[in-house]
């Protein structure tokens, strides 16, 4: 088990840093090939509407129409194999701008998205002039190319991006629509109230039935996610290393959805299959890839810690491996080969748990093992050793009951008096004004 205090929620593999303005840039190689998946992104503002699609060759087309006449105002092509960016102005105008990406940036559809948007922008800020973004005319706000003299005077791609309205992602068989959460906001003398920023619904493309979603909680800084018929969480920031190092955009939690819909990560190949064996052979640390960073915080949930449903509790424990009598008596072979089994990283032969929230109980484990002079053969069932081992062991136990109760994310049930239980009845939003994932029937504000 690990020795380094790291704290993990749930399988968010895509928290990655640097995130700039609104657009999805630079977002580490696994969530750029989930999102090369997607065939098209249809970005709302509040004056027009952005269709991209993606050809078969990985090139983006951007088509930017007005809401209220439909009527074209421009596209854009990004030639992911040039690299290069093609901008047209409005239907039946010949002009045409083109300027290079930056060698560092990779792009997506909702950036095309962006980028076609902020030229609009900048045009009608020019005033029908010349506008120009190539050459020593243009200049890059954040990861969008702009035209240095409307950038002086307009508004910023920060800006731009608190503008966007919806995102509807479409991919293989999965339609994921992210919209703006609207709410009567009631005043409440003393009590804080954190609304939702944006939810992402899950949309089967043939009923148009909603089978899941990602929520946002910008205030709380709290994701919540539930989809039909697999996993549901809530990921608060306080079991993230360093909080959140990014605000979570519609575009993303579309990518994100699709993740948590299909665990399409599962089938993508290694960039560099063999590059983590050498460093392992040759004893070098091995640097977390983004993707490691977030299925460390954000894996999905087991069933244990999704105890409740609806208003009925129910047993736990047996769904809960780490305390199965035939998994515990695993332990009681303290040697392979006549090699001493050590203290790993992570929960020892049950490591599909480290990147879930039950981390944090593996690691208080091995800090009282290693205090106490434990082996791993300690924890063979019934407990053996030293009573300091037992309660090593006891008190692991302890923490995954009580990590698997809904009030360890801010949940109590209805008449349960606020102990997080559930023979009361719903649940109710409390303590940071969101809705727990595991309370089936709490109603989200």
């Not at 579309?254 to 052979?281: I, M, R, S, W």
């Not at 091995?366 to 300091?388: I, K, L, Q, V």
Request: with cysteine; hydrophobic share 40%; proline share 5%.
């Amino acid at each position: 088990m690990c020795r380094i205090p790291q704290a993990v929620a749930t399988a968010l593999l895509l928290l990655v840093p640097g995130l700039c303005a609104a657009q999805s840039v630079n977002m580490g190689s696994t969530f750029h090939r989930l999102e090369a998946r997607a065939r098209r992104v249809t970005t709302t503002f509040p004056d027009v509407v952005i269709d991209v699609r993606r050809g078969d060759d990985q090139t983006m087309e951007a088509i930017l129409r007005s809401r209220a006449e439909g009527v074209e105002g421009g596209r854009l092509h990004v030639s992911t194999a040039s690299r290069r960016v093609q901008w047209r102005r409005a239907a039946g105008d010949d002009r045409l701008s083109e300027f290079a990406l930056p060698d560092q940036a990779i792009v997506g559809l909702d950036w095309a998205a962006f980028q076609l948007y902020a030229l609009h922008v900048d045009e009608a800020a020019s005033n029908g002039g010349a506008l120009d973004v190539t050459g020593d005319e243009g200049a890059w706000d954040g990861h969008l190319r702009r035209s240095r003299r409307a950038l002086g005077r307009g508004l910023s791609a920060g800006q731009l991006g608190t503008r966007v309205e919806q995102v509807e992602t479409e991919f293989d068989g999965i339609i994921v629509r992210a919209e703006l959460d609207r709410h009567v906001r009631v005043k409440s003398p003393g009590k804080r109230i954190d609304y939702s920023r944006f939810t992402a619904t899950i949309v089967d493309p043939q009923s148009g039935a909603p089978r899941g979603f990602v929520r946002w909680f910008d205030t709380a800084q709290v994701l919540t996610w539930k989809v039909e018929g697999g996993s549901q969480g809530v990921i608060l920031p306080e079991r993230l290393p360093g909080g959140w190092t990014f605000t979570p955009t519609m575009a993303w939690a579309n990518v994100q959805a699709y993740q948590f819909a299909t665990q399409a990560a599962k089938t993508l190949e290694p960039d560099e299959p063999f590059a983590g064996l050498a460093g392992a052979l040759l004893g070098k640390p091995v640097a977390p890839t983004p993707f490691l960073q977030i299925a460390r915080a954000v894996a999905p949930l087991p069933s244990a810690a999704l105890a409740v449903s609806g208003a009925v509790a129910r047993n736990v424990m047996a769904d809960v491996p780490a305390l199965d009598g035939t998994w515990m008596r695993g332990w009681s072979f303290g040697a392979r080969g006549g090699a001493v089994v050590v203290n790993e990283p992570g929960c020892d032969n049950l490591h599909w748990l480290d990147g879930s929230i039950f981390r944090a109980c593996c690691d208080q484990h091995d800090r009282c093992y290693e205090a106490n002079g434990c082996s791993a053969s300690s924890w063979w069932w019934p407990f053996s050793g030293s009573w300091s081992c037992e309660r090593c062991n006891a008190g692991a136990v302890y923490c995954f009951c009580t990590v698997s109760n809904p009030a360890y994310c801010g949940g109590a049930a209805v008449g349960s008096g606020g102990d997080g239980g559930a023979g009361g009845g719903g649940c109710s939003s409390v303590a940071g004004g969101f809705c727990p994932i595991e309370c089936m029937t709490c109603q989200s504000r």
